[in-house]
């Protein structure tokens, strides 16, 4: 029975905290679209992290105040953001020179469905009339050194994300090094998904339930 | 004496020719040139191939020019948004070819073609359907497809400021594609926010250099496309 006065699993903004906690200081970093967006917002005291946002702007500052937008200084989602002192505006090809060249440290995705391989699955359901849009994902899990991704345990219709094998069209193969839900912290690694961190009131069973792929927990030292 | 300011939007786009392939600038409308797309509306050229980021929103600029059925196919990376209702209603209805392209292959693609560079490996992509049917070959233990150049016989691209010698600054994130646009294409032309005295653009900061460029227009108030698709407002109005 579920008991509804018990809240489980973190919101949104908890989530983008936990991401905020693993990227350490002087990374420079791409954020997605959408939740991946919120982890800027987070970034703990006595770190400095640089945002790149792929159409071109090093040193993404916070969203402006209510009315201070300018239509040509936007984010990849096309988002009103401001420029902090110091940042630097280029074109595309230099843009893609950071990602494809792998000199951003960590990239923040969204996900529809994640392998227990790391395979993503981030840009169509493959559905016939969707519309094909794949923006800079695959460049992004091509040439980033380490790809964070960020989402619910669960679609809106309660199947799981993480799962054996991503039936959705691949954004890349083996690309995902850690998986950051409202339920747990998930690593990838070469002998499969590692529970690292869940989230309140959740238990290792109730995980296993909501997760279409085996999931290890990492062997407690003793004390 | 070299001058390649322009007076009037008709000029500008005069000799675009049906079946042509153009480089249309922007980041949704960061960058876009609706002055000049509108005028490409006007002008009514046919059977174009745009390549262009995006696929435009509401009924203006972009979203216009595909709408008024002058466009036959588009090579982007992200052909939906918010307000993108044209493009995906031609798409399924079989009237628009789309040839989808990440991101960064789209930008390397079209600075390779701007370079004379026909042909170059990328990591992008590999495992996926977009890479299907393309050649590919490993390098260093770890596997590239091929993908190729792209020129255009015009690009469409919107600068901050420019001097008659098509010298080009650009604001913030409105410089996304532009300047490698304005290399790839044979006849790059620019809409100005302002067009300066020669010399008075320092060398030093000169982000597009006038080479690249063969016409420029001043238009010192660009329409706002995101208003003009809150206002529900369509083009040719």
């Known amino acids: 029975m579920v008991n509804n006065d018990i809240k489980i699993g973190w919101s949104r903004a908890e989530m983008a905290q936990k991401v905020a906690l693993d990227i350490p200081d002087g990374s420079y970093v791409n954020l997605g679209i959408g939740i991946p967006e919120l982890v800027a917002d987070f970034v703990p005291e006595g770190r400095e992290l640089i945002y790149q946002t792929e159409n071109g702007l090093l040193g993404m500052g916070p969203v402006p105040e209510e009315g201070k937008g300018d239509r040509e200084l936007v984010n990849a989602g096309k988002k009103y953001i401001t420029a902090i002192p110091g940042a630097a505006y280029f074109h595309h090809a230099d ?36 519309i094909p ?28 994300k993480i799962v054996d094998e991503c039936t959705f069209p691949l954004t890349g193969k083996q690309v995902v090094e850690c998986i950051y839900t409202n339920l747990a ?18 238990s290792f069973e109730y995980l296993m339930v909501k997760t279409g792929a085996k999931l290890n927990q990492y062997i407690k030292a003793k004390v | 004496m070299i001058n390649k ?18 480089m249309i600038g922007g980041f949704g409308e960061a960058g876009s040139p609706i002055e000049l797309i509108h005028s490409l509306i006007d002008h009514g050229a046919k059977s174009l191939t745009i390549v262009s980021n995006n696929t435009g929103s509401g009924h203006v600029g972009l979203a216009a020019l595909i709408e008024n059925r002058q466009v036959a196919k588009t090579i982007c990376s992200f052909p939906r948004t918010a307000n993108s209702k044209v493009f995906p209603e031609l798409y399924n209805a079989g009237k628009i070819e789309l040839e989808l392209v990440p991101q960064g292959t789209l930008a390397e693609r079209i600075r390779a073609g701007g370079a004379g560079i026909p042909a170059f490996y990328t ?12 050649e590919s070959q490993i390098f260093n233990g770890q596997e590239y497809v091929l993908e190729y150049g792209i020129k255009a016989d015009f690009a469409l691209v919107k600068a901050e400021k420019a001097d008659r010698y098509g010298n080009l600054l650009y604001h913030a994130t409105a410089r996304n594609f532009g300047p490698i646009m304005c290399t790839a294409s044979k006849i790059a032309i620019v809409q100005a926010k302002k067009i300066v005295g020669a010399g008075q653009i320092d060398p030093e900061t000169v982000v597009t250099p006038g080479i690249f460029v063969q016409k420029v227009i001043e238009i010192r108030n660009p329409a706002d496309e995101s208003k003009l698709v809150e206002e529900e407002l369509s083009y040719p109005w």
């Open chain 2, 123 to 134: 990591s992008a992509s590999v495992n996926t359907p977009l890479a299907e049917g393309k």
């Open chain 1, 185 to 202: 912290i998930i690593d990838v690694k070469k002998d499969g998904l590692f529970v690292r961190e869940m989230a309140p009131n959740v």
């Open chain 2, 5 to 22: 300011q322009i007076n009037s939007l008709s000029e500008a786009v005069a000799d675009i020719f049906d079946g042509a392939t153009i």
């Open chain 1, 133 to 160: 849009a794949v923006g800079g994902a695959m460049d992004l899990v091509a040439g980033v050194k380490r790809i964070f991704v960020i989402t619910q345990h669960v679609t809106k219709y309660g199947d799981p």
């Open chain 1, 95 to 130: 843009s893609f020179t950071m990602i494809r060249g792998g000199h951003i440290d960590i990239c923040v995705l969204g996900a529809m469905q994640v392998s227990k391989d790391g395979d993503l699955a981030n840009w169509s359901t493959g559905a016939k009339n969707a």
